[in-house]
């Protein structure tokens, strides 16, 4: 997995419309986003938390807007030696997988659209 820091090309991003310098993640394909099966609503505290797809998904983004770095696995369980994401930072690849685990040392808010929270997408 290979990180995208908001200032590089996002034109690996598939995501029509986006711009790095925004803040906060507005998805323009709803459309085609894939429903959780299971998505907890916060991370928890130095414990690694699961979001299961209801079908496998092909593309994935997670945004950091939290004040304090989130790692990330796709299919597998994170800890602090997975993925970081830098506060304001986002992932974005085109991959197969069925859950996406979050790790964090704080509880933060998964998928809410106030500032301070993750915004993870999954589409096909």
Known sequence: MTPISPTEDESRLNLPGQRSDVPQLVDPIAGSRIPYQFAPGTTLADTPVQLYLAEPGHHVRIQNNAATTVYVELDQLADAGSLALAA???????????????????????????????VVISRR
């Open 88 to 118: 304001g930072a986002y992932y974005a690849d085109d991959v197969e997988h069925a859950m996406i685990s979050l790790y964090a040392t704080a509880t933060i808010a998964i998928n809410g659209l106030a500032s301070g929270g993750l």
